[in-house]
């Protein structure tokens, strides 16, 4: 690779003469392309993917920087996050619960709202952490449950 593939907000470009970056401090930059001034300032940053988040003359866009490593791991298949298969759903302290998001049957994604757990006044929203089939719920709405008991299983 000649020229660094940039992907701005998922559209390939590469990095060009036209273009130059000056930092301010770790946060605030100010871009120059074709002679016109931009400025602009890191969001966030995400160093495992190689993306940075920013905002220029209030605009947000999503910044990634590709290698020659990207695409060889992209040729492997080795790209793709591991999603784990889900199994039950333990509770992680003693609480009651105040509603079940789910039903027996239901097909998760990662992030899917299982059901809402009361602990010491707070109510705690438990999310999967992966994907799977609902099997069974083995407890109802207002009960007591202790840390580490079984609350549902998936297939």
């Known amino acids: 690779m000649a020229n660094p593939i940039w992907t701005i907000d998922e559209q390939d470009s590469n990095g060009g003469n036209n273009k130059q970056v000056v930092w301010d401090d770790h946060r605030f930059f100010t871009l120059t392309h074709n ?28 910044v990634k920087k590709r290698h020659e490593l990207d695409d060889l791991i992209a040729s492997m298949g080795m790209d793709k996050p591991k999603i784990q298969q889900l199994r039950e759903l333990v509770a992680p302290m ?27 006044k707070m109510e705690n929203v438990l999310k999967a952490e992966g994907v799977g089939v609902v099997k069974s719920i083995l407890v109802k709405t207002d009960k007591v449950v202790e840390k580490g008991m079984v609350l549902i299983e998936f297939e």
Not at 94 to 118: D, F, T
């Open 35 to 62: 002679g016109q001034k931009f400025h602009g300032e890191v969001v966030s940053e995400n160093i495992e993917s190689n993306s940075l988040t920013v905002k220029i003359n209030h605009r947000v866009l999503e």
């Open 94 to 120: 003693p609480g009651r619960i105040v509603s079940i998001a789910v039903e027996v049957g239901q097909i998760l994604e990662v992030g899917s709202e299982l059901l809402s757990l009361e602990a010491m």
